[in-house]
């Protein structure tokens, strides 16, 4: 205990507090390049509308895996809720362009209060939902949060909302309970969602919130706060010995996670034509892909959960020629990449000829020379 203690100290009160630090500065430096060359590829007409398509979700999905990261593999604990939170993140900031879209008619103002909108409500219910839940572990945590997503998705499809001059109008069983007066109009259609709601994301703003949620949880890691959460994570009990209030701390994290997530989900509706809750969307299958880049990417790697859900959100694309063998060809490229990622062999390789280690050698090589 006493040797797990002297860790913990060190990790809590040692270190001072950086905004970046070299290997920070890569993973920035790898959005804003992949960014520009995505930029010029486009400006000279080399890229199809099937990948000019894919660029939003590419960007939501990053976002997602960056932020489901800081609960997994920051913070120590097991969720599977995070498809609630981007379905709850979704659902309102696209009902509040669509209700605002004639009030505010400008995009550069409707689109950010939604974001603001939905990434705080999502963190509101993110904080309910800690309180209750946190004292869990493991399993039982992994069980409540998937319900919880379940309940969220279930929730939205029995939603029925309008509105007409005498205002809102809500119902939980059928849009002719609404009892609207005529020329009014349905917000929330139950299972068939929210239509209409405006395009106002794009990629550029997907790559500007990624650096939002990379400067954020990147920082937060770096911070007093951070090493607290690592050293809850590292080591309950001795964490708790040091004085350091373990539920406070994992209800951060989790708030925060849930926050970017729900950000996530309003650029995701801000894509899209029509939004429904559906399972393929919001479902049990998009927390455990979500789950499944954090994993392949390397727990508590942030650039490797960036690379993660590229590659593998990309790669179906790439190989929708090879319809026969595509599902083969992803099976076999997820299998490698849990290799290279938790092999010691693999990550002694990495750790050999990362860029920082090369950075490094070039550094000690100008100073002998």
């Known amino acids: 205990m006493d040797k797990e203690r002297i860790k913990l100290v060190n990790r809590f009160g040692k270190f001072s507090p950086k905004l970046s630090t070299r290997n920070d500065l890569i993973t920035y430096a790898l959005v804003i390049v992949v960014f520009v060359m995505i930029q010029i590829i486009s400006a000279s007409g080399g890229l199809s509308n099937l990948w000019q398509g894919l660029l939003v979700p590419l960007c939501t999905y990053v976002i997602l895996a960056v932020s489901l990261n800081l609960t997994v593999g920051i913070l120590g604990e097991l969720s599977l809720g995070h498809a609630g939170f981007m379905c709850i993140g979704a659902f309102t900031g696209a009902f509040f362009s669509l209700l605002m879209e004639n009030t505010i008619s400008s995009a550069w103002i409707r689109f950010p209060l939604a974001l603001l909108l939905g990434g705080l409500s999502a963190a509101f219910f993110g904080a309910v939902i800690g309180v209750t839940v946190?004292?869990?572990?493991?399993?039982?945590?992994?069980?409540?949060?998937?319900?919880?997503?379940?309940?969220?998705?279930?929730?939205?499809?029995?939603?029925?909302?309008?509105?007409?001059?005498?205002?809102?109008?809500?119902?939980?069983?059928?849009?002719?309970?609404?009892?609207?007066?005529?020329?009014?109009?349905?917000?929330?259609?139950?299972?068939?969602?929210i239509s209409g709601t405006p395009m106002d994301a794009n990629f550029t703003i997907g790559i500007i919130l990624i650096l939002?949620?990379?400067?954020?949880?990147?920082?937060?890691?770096?911070?007093?706060?951070?090493?607290?959460?690592?050293?809850?994570?590292?080591?309950?009990?001795?964490?708790?010995?040091?004085?350091?209030?373990?539920?406070?701390?994992?209800?951060?994290?989790?708030?925060?996670?849930?926050?970017?997530?729900?950000?996530?989900?309003?650029?995701?509706?801000?894509?899209?034509?029509?939004?429904?809750?559906?399972?393929?969307?919001?479902?049990?299958?998009?927390?455990?892909?979500?789950?499944?880049?954090?994993?392949?990417?390397?727990?508590?790697?942030?650039?490797?959960?960036?690379?993660?859900?590229?590659?593998?959100?990309?790669?179906?694309?790439?190989?929708?020629?090879?319809?026969?063998?595509?599902?083969?060809?992803?099976?076999?490229?997820?299998?490698?990449?849990?290799?290279?990622?938790?092999?010691?062999?693999?990550?002694?390789?990495?750790?050999?000829?990362?860029?920082?280690?090369?950075?490094?050698?070039?550094?000690?090589?100008?100073?002998?020379?």
């Open 134 to 193: 946190l004292r869990l572990r493991g399993d039982y945590l992994a069980i409540v949060t998937l319900a919880f997503g379940e309940i969220i998705k279930n929730v939205v499809n029995v939603l029925y909302v309008g509105k007409d001059s005498s205002g809102l109008h809500i119902s939980a069983s059928s849009m002719a309970a609404l009892n609207m007066k005529a020329g009014g109009e349905i917000l929330i259609n139950g299972p068939q969602g």
């Open 212 to 369: 939002i949620t990379l400067f954020v949880t990147i920082n937060l890691i770096h911070s007093r706060t951070g090493r607290a959460i690592m050293a809850i994570r590292d080591n309950r009990i001795a964490a708790e010995s040091l004085g350091i209030n373990i539920t406070r701390y994992k209800l951060i994290a989790f708030t925060i996670s849930a926050f970017f997530a729900g950000i996530a989900g309003v650029l995701y509706a801000h894509n899209l034509s029509t939004l429904t809750a559906l399972p393929k969307n919001f479902g049990y299958n998009m927390s455990i892909i979500i789950l499944v880049f954090v994993v392949l990417g390397g727990i508590g790697n942030i650039r490797g959960s960036i690379i993660a859900a590229v590659v593998l959100t990309a790669l179906p694309e790439i190989l929708r020629e090879l319809n026969d063998y595509r599902m083969l060809i992803y099976a076999i490229v997820l299998i490698l990449m849990m290799l290279f990622t938790s092999s010691p062999k693999a990550i002694a390789f990495r750790e050999r000829y990362s860029i920082r280690r090369l950075l490094d050698r070039i550094r000690t090589h100008k100073e002998a020379g």
